[in-house]
């Protein structure tokens, strides 16, 4: 049931552009009745797991050759990272008729030659491509598609037979997700997920860890670190190739649950419903305008102000964001001591919480700097000719602002906000002016100091208030 309501035709039958198909009596027609959920779970019998650790708590994988095998142990999950396979002795190869499909799988089949009959069934149903293409312009553009949209990438997955990447990109390069703000509807747009905004967040402030990929485990010399976390010995050559997609000096992010502060934690949604519905919507204005709303499910009163200060936590916590404390649970043994296993590399009790640069050599220093640094050393100073400048300090507040808006906001504040700032004199219907002025004025008595801790402190300050007001603001919350 969950492959075809969910994962291809949905419920019931649709045009190629998204609207229902209507019977004689002017109702929908459904995709699928119970008759056909019985014939389809009887393609699904037979199949378990191809690989398993064994012994259960090794990273030694072997062949699964028991069709009741368990989950195994926590730690090990081989079985989950392989692809299952069919066990022909607990395999149904009876004839299977699902009817309002219009499928017939004949009998004596494999367990293969069943699952690929019926995917290939589902893969090119009609409602397929308009079902699964609506699917992904609400979660990567808008919340509302037009008819016209939903036509269009529906007609590049035809065309490409299905291929992803085809359909993403016909989807991402449409007119309706590219127009200027100016001439979309009001309609237009979509919430963005609340985890979804954090991680462009720690993106655009490259945000780390101390936790090195590349780390050698000293109680296993021959095994990098993640062979430990995702691969067993006999795939160190492929940990390697991954390995070297990676830059020089790339960090692990680890990240605790965050259910409370975020409403969602990664690969953790509580149902295969996801967190929402794609048909939510609003009960209001937005309700009886016949707009919908997904994301707004999960956000409330409360859930608004916790994102807000998770937010607060990453920019202004000095130790960085806590993420997986590595002393503590599991990583620890009975007799108090790092766990040999969790923390083979004795990391400090820190080293896995999250970190935004905020010194001169970050993105959104290089931004202020470039006007507030004249002589090249990476910091402002007396030797400056912009040092205690007022007019250079709100342009280097300016390119910041800017900078930010751009990653955070796709550059709506500086497109629709633009023109008229004065320095120091604020519009109160100008959400760019606020900002720009609310940075500049920060610490606004120390830019004459001299000592290069007054200017880096303030240097980190304003980068924090940039980032903290735009990565908070309705045009970074709110995806155009």
């Known amino acids: 049931r969950e492959v075809m309501q969910l994962f291809s035709i949905g419920l019931v039958q649709l045009h190629e552009d998204g609207s229902l198909k209507l019977n004689d009596q002017g109702l929908p027609d459904p995709t699928y009745l119970q008759d056909d959920i019985s014939a389809v779970s009887r393609v699904f019998t037979g199949w378990s797991f191809s690989k398993i650790n064994e012994p259960r708590d090794s990273d030694t994988v072997v062949d699964n050759t028991r069709f009741t095998y368990g989950n195994g142990a926590h730690y090990y999950q081989a079985q989950w990272s392989n692809r299952m396979k069919n066990f022909p ?17 004949a009998a004596n089949g494999d367990g293969e030659s069943d699952m690929d009959a019926l995917m290939v069934h589902l893969a090119s149903h009609s409602n397929t491509a308009p079902f699964i293409c609506r699917r992904l312009i609400q979660r990567l553009v808008t919340s509302n598609p037009s008819a016209g949209y939903i036509y269009r990438a529906t007609q590049a997955w035809k065309s490409s037979n299905g291929n992803l990447g085809t359909v993403c990109k016909a989807i991402l390069l449409d007119y309706e997700a590219r127009s200027p703000v100016a001439t979309t509807p009001i309609s237009y747009g979509k919430k963005k997920e609340p985890i979804v905004h954090f991680v462009a967040l720690c993106r ?14 000293p109680a296993v010399t021959t095994i990098a670190d993640l062979s430990t976390y995702a691969y ?28 409370l502060a975020l409403g969602q934690s990664p690969l953790a949604a509580p149902s295969v419903f996801n967190w929402f519905l794609p048909d939510f919507s609003v009960v209001g204005p937005l309700a009886d305008a016949g707009l919908l709303t997904p994301e707004f499910q999960i956000a409330n009163e409360i859930s608004v102000v916790t994102n807000v200060n998770y937010h607060y936590a990453l920019l202004y916590n000095d130790h960085g964001l806590f993420a997986s404390n590595l002393h503590n649970q599991n990583a620890q043994d009975l007799n108090g001591d ?13 080293d896995d919480h999250l970190r935004v640069n905020l010194t001169g050599t970050s993105a959104m220093g290089q931004a202020y700097l ?26 280097a507040c300016v390119a910041l602002v800017d900078h930010l808006d751009l ?36 610490s606004k008595g120390l830019d004459d100091n001299i000592d290069d801790e007054s200017q880096a402190a303030v240097l980190k300050g304003r980068q924090r208030l940039a980032a903290y007001l735009i990565s908070t603001s309705p045009y970074a919350l709110i995806q155009k």
Not at 385 to 391: C, E
Not at 409 to 434: H, M, T
Request: charged letters at 20%.
């Open 89 to 105: 002795d607990f395999h149904d190869t009876g004839e299977k008729i699902i009817p309002t499909l219009g499928l017939t799988i």
């Open 407 to 442: 990653l955070l906001c796709s550059g709506r504040l500086k497109s629709e906000y633009a023109a008229g700032y004065i320095p120091d004199v604020v519009r109160p219907s100008n959400p760019r002016d606020i900002i720009i002025d609310t940075v500049a004025n920060y």
């Open 204 to 217: 655009a402030l490259s945000a780390t860890t101390l936790l090195p990929i590349a780390d050698i485990n």
């Open 338 to 350: 790092p766990h040999p296993l969790y923390n083979p590399y004795q990391y400090g009790e820190d």
């Open 370 to 395: 470039a006007i507030m640094d004249t002589n090249g050393d990476d910091k402002v100073s007396p030797t400056d000719t912009t040092f205690d400048d007022r007019p250079s300090i709100i342009a």
């Open 232 to 259: 067993s010995p006999s795939n160190l050559t492929r940990f390697t190739a991954d390995l070297a997609k990676f830059p020089a000096n790339a960090y692990r992010v680890r990240l605790t649950h965050t259910d």
